[in-house]
């Protein structure tokens, strides 16, 4: 149905895009803060993941056009402690991330929790998994095309658009 004329609709971009962008509330002297990372994408879009004191891990996505950002979004919900360090990685539209979380993980206990995290799209819906008692995903790298996901180095976890997660 067309507006009528002299009536004007807001983009849905408009009532998405209207946050400013936060950053981890753990503490940290340094710059840059291990508790954030962004990444920008070819498009011009932008991703920041961080994290959020009891709450877990949390995400945001910029764009261009509303020169704004989204309101945060919890992609994974924990009270235990944020490690330090959050890798990205992006190409072709396809966004993922390593995070990892445990009992005094900041002072240099090992992780409880490892995410591998992806989002593609409009970054409104992310697939998370978790492995419990790991020491981490080393690495993460996504295809060319955007496709598909490796997460790990020895251990081996694969995403794909089609598949999701599925362990090797």
Known sequence: MKEPS???SAPPESTVYTSELQKSDLPWSGSPSPYSAEVKLGDGRRVALHYRRGEGFVEQHYSPRARAWTAPTVV?????DACQGIQLRTRNGTVAAIADFGTYCYDGEPP?????????GDLTDW??????DFDGWERASVSDDGQRVVFGRDTILRWSRTKGFERK
């Open 127 to 132: 697939s998370v998994h978790v492995t419990k």
């Open 112 to 120: 409880t929790e490892s995410l591998a995290v992806v989002g593609v």
């Open 6 to 8: 002299g009536s004007a």
């Open 76 to 80: 994974y919900r924990t009270t235990t």
